[in-house]
């Protein structure tokens, strides 16, 4: 049974940081490329970053600077480090798993972790 367990989410001024972490179980995790999607409320589910499962990262223009992704293979787990956050990166963000290398749509994604929400304050 596949579970990805999303953490580090919270409440965060606009300029703050946060780092989120996503821990992989029931996976072979190094054949996995590894994404981030965030949805606000009213809004479709968009993209974030992928990282694939030789570390190659991609990033939506809108976080490009600010967001980093990385994962630990032998923890089996990703992260994404957000720094000098703004208000209108409020959203619940989520950690997925794609059964390619390389993957940075919504459809390209099997399994979803239950999300964890952060909050940015102007």
Known sequence: QVQ???????????????RLSCAA?????TKN???????????EREFVAAISWSGTNTYTDSVKGRFT?????AKSTVYL????LKPEDTAVYYCAASGISFATTVHEYGYWGQGTQVTVSS
């Open 4 to 18: 990805l367990v999303e953490s580090g989410g919270g409440l965060v001024q606009a300029g703050g940081s946060l």
């Open 25 to 29: 179980s029931g996976l072979s995790f």
């Open 33 to 43: 490329a590894m994404g981030w999607f965030r949805q606000a409320p009213g809004k």
């Open 69 to 73: 992704a990385s994962r630990d293979n």
């Open 81 to 84: 480090r957000m720094n000098r």
